[in-house]
């Protein structure tokens, strides 16, 4: 129904021919909140011009801008993008969710994404990022034109890497950013690390029990957290990890971080490495960019997104209290 285009520090357009299209309203009036929202809607697909959203040379999106929304009490899923990412960066989980009748927004997070990268490398946005989630769903439940379509009981969250982050801090995860202190070399002159040494601490980031649920994929950050600093994560998460890891994700930590976890998550494992939740690659961004392309031998990435957007789809189905009523 709705396919648009993804940007991981650069970006290529996904393929499709949709028979349908998600209604798009695009957040371009404020920086803190520059994104868009899809959500059912039963016409064509058409171009929609992004203007001053454009990142690098993706100008528009493929859906029908300002649709009415079709359905009330919908569910609502927020996506949170990983370092460098943009707010449509995982159009796949995107269309699979606007498909089965979710309203889905998204935004830039300000200062990390594939336009802005003033903090990518700071404490700072470990802390200002589950902030900017907040923002946007107070937004969606307080100031949106179609705020009577949500429900506000169903209210899920979807994470790649630092947004998987993200959404574990949102969920109740209390990290600790002194923990970098034996990441820190003597000779790592990083941004985060000389804010280590200079005492420049971000404070603890706000919890978010609006939502419900979560789905985490590839969770990085994880020295930041312990048992203890996990106790109070009580919602149900689906958890995908990969086996390989990458991007500076440990596969070990990430795997000791959500056997940490109180509540026994649903946790699955991907035979591939961090980059296997990104949308499948497009030949003209594996041949520029082919690390984020390149998957273990036999690895099939569009036989497993089928497989991770389905997995998804369900488990907000299931967690959000039943089947949408979109349709």
């Known amino acids: 129904m709705l396919r648009r285009c993804w940007a991981y520090t650069v970006i290529f357009c996904c393929l499709g021919s949709p028979t349908f299209a998600a209604g798009v309203q695009l957040?371009?009036?404020?920086?803190?909140?520059?994104?868009?929202?899809?959500?059912?809607?039963?016409?064509?697909?058409?171009?929609?011009?992004?203007?001053?959203?454009?990142?690098?040379?993706i100008t528009s999106l493929s859906g029908v801008k300002d649709c009415p929304v079709i359905g009330t009490k919908l569910p609502l899923v927020i996506i949170s993008h990983g370092r460098g990412g943009w707010f449509a960066g995982h159009d796949d989980v995107i269309d699979a969710l606007v498909d089965a009748g979710f309203i889905v927004a998204a935004i830039n997070h300000p200062g990390d994404n594939g336009s802005d990268s003033s903090l990518r490398d700071s404490l700072t946005v470990l802390a200002?990022?589950?902030?900017?989630?907040?923002?946007?769903?107070?937004?969606?439940?307080?100031?949106?034109?179609?705020?009577?379509?949500?429900?506000?009981?169903r209210i899920g969250f979807f994470g790649f890497s630092l947004g998987a982050y993200t959404g574990l801090v949102l969920a109740g995860?209390?990290?600790?950013?002194?923990?970098?202190?034996?990441?820190?070399?003597?000779t790592d002159t990083s941004r985060a690390c000389e804010q280590f040494r200079s005492g420049d601490i971000p404070s603890r980031p706000p919890h978010e029990p609006?939502?419900?649920?979560?789905?985490?994929a590839d969770t990085?950050?994880?020295?930041?957290?312990?048992?203890?600093?996990?106790?109070?994560?009580?919602?149900p998460l689906l958890?995908?990890?990969?086996?390989?890891?990458?991007?500076?994700?440990?596969?070990?930590?990430?795997?000791?971080?959500?056997?940490?976890?109180p509540n026994k998550p649903d946790v699955r494992t991907v035979p591939a490495g961090h980059f296997a939740f990104l949308p499948p690659c497009t030949p003209l961004f594996a041949e520029k960019l082919p690390r984020?392309?390149?998957?273990?031998?036999?690895?099939?990435?569009v036989a497993f997104h089928r497989e991770f957007d389905a997995s998804i789809v369900r488990f907000f189905r299931e967690q959000l209290n039943g089947e949408s009523r979109a349709r």
């Open 27 to 57: 957040l371009d009036s404020d920086p803190k909140l520059a994104g868009a929202i899809w959500y059912p809607c039963a016409e064509k697909p058409q171009t929609v011009p992004l203007g001053n959203l454009t990142v690098q040379f």
């Open 128 to 153: 200002s990022r589950p902030t900017d989630i907040i923002r946007l769903l107070d937004f969606m439940l307080k100031d949106w034109k179609d705020r009577a379509a949500i429900d506000p009981a």
């Open 210 to 216: 609006r939502i419900r649920a979560a789905v985490l």
């Open 292 to 301: 984020f392309c390149t998957d273990p031998p036999g690895f099939d990435r």
């Open 173 to 186: 995860g209390n990290p600790d950013f002194r923990r970098i202190g034996p990441i820190c070399k003597d």
């Open 220 to 235: 990085a950050v994880n020295f930041a957290f312990t048992t203890e600093s996990l106790s109070a994560v009580n919602i």
């Open 239 to 261: 958890i995908w990890r990969s086996e390989l890891g990458g991007a500076g994700v440990d596969p070990k930590n990430s795997a000791l971080t959500a056997s940490r976890l």
